[in-house]
């Protein structure tokens, strides 16, 4: 079942950086599901060590606009897994992301679903228990609202699985085994009415199998 309510996400300064990214640090135009799906987690207080416990759970992403605005930093980024292994290199960031997000419950195995527990944790904050900001991605990228809204634009774009899409965007990110992190083909649509967009827009958290 589908929460009629979806959910938007404001997010001021944001990167989410491919994984053949090298030296020069570009960013994907929007988050990968498996990222979405992290913050979620975070919302909910549910620690890294128990991710897999609302895996198969289904999501659809869209925004409303790409990201106008784009900027471009210096900093020292880290190479490889050696904490100390860090140099500097450019990197770009996208500003004023506002995404719109939808769940469902799919195989998602626990009851309630992750789909019943992000809407009721909205509804009643103080019944969370978790601590520190709420970030999309990296912990710098600090999340400015996350709410329940019932009136999202008209039109969106969505983010589309399709096997022969442009972006390669995980949908499950092992973090002490990498060859476990599952990545999914998406394109990005047209601008879309919201009951079409949903009808394609549809990913499982962990991948189909």
Known sequence: MTDELPIRVEVPVCAFRPYASREYQDTFPVPPPATVY???????????????????????????????????VFRKLRRGADLEDTRPDYQDLLM?????????KGADPNEPPLSARIPAALADPAAVARHGGLSLGESSYLVDVVSTDRSPPDRLIFLVPDERGFYALPVWVDHMVHANTVLGRFRLSEPLAVADGLASGWTRIGGTS
């Open 38 to 72: 992290g913050m979620l987690l975070a919302l909910l207080g549910i620690p890294r060590e128990k991710m897999a416990q609302h895996r198969g759970a289904e999501i659809a992403l869209a925004v409303a606009n790409m990201p106008e605005r784009r900027s471009r």
């Open 96 to 104: 004023d992301l506002t995404l719109w997000v939808w769940l469902r």
